[in-house]
């Protein structure tokens, strides 16, 4: 079965900036079309940004303009470049199909933006 693995998280201050990524366990996904969502506590999963197989991305309007996701087909692998971090950008990030529910759910990278 297809396995997510997201990576690239971790403490930074508000201001500052964390590229993830999501490597797939094997090929397939060129056709699909690829998101990251992102769950802070008490709160659902809800997605972020979304990138189809032409390359052409869509942002919730909470990271318009901060954040950017790409792919590399190549290696499997889905990046989401984030800058001007927030506080409220604190969150567990996952990344998916968009509709989610073709694989099942990695474990996500934990992103704690804080002074």
């Known amino acids: 079965q297809v396995q997510l693995v997201e990576s690239g998280g971790g403490l930074v201050e508000p201001g500052g900036s964390l590229r993830l990524s999501c490597a797939a366990s094997?090929?397939?996904?060129?056709?699909?079309?690829m998101g990251w969502y992102r769950q802070a506590p008490g709160k659902n999963r809800d997605l972020v940004a979304g990138?189809?197989?032409?390359?052409?991305?869509n942002y919730a309007d909470s990271v318009k303009g901060r954040f950017t996701i790409s792919r590399d087909v190549t290696k499997n692998t889905v990046y989401l470049q984030m800058n001007s971090l927030r506080p409220d950008d604190t969150a567990v990030y996952y990344c998916?199909?968009?509709?989610?529910?073709?694989?099942?759910w990695g474990q996500g990278t934990q992103v704690t933006v804080s002074s």
């Open positions: 998916n199909t968009v509709p989610p529910g073709i694989v099942p």
């Open positions: 094997r090929s397939g996904f060129k056709s699909v079309t």
């Open positions: 990138i189809n197989s032409g390359g052409y991305g």
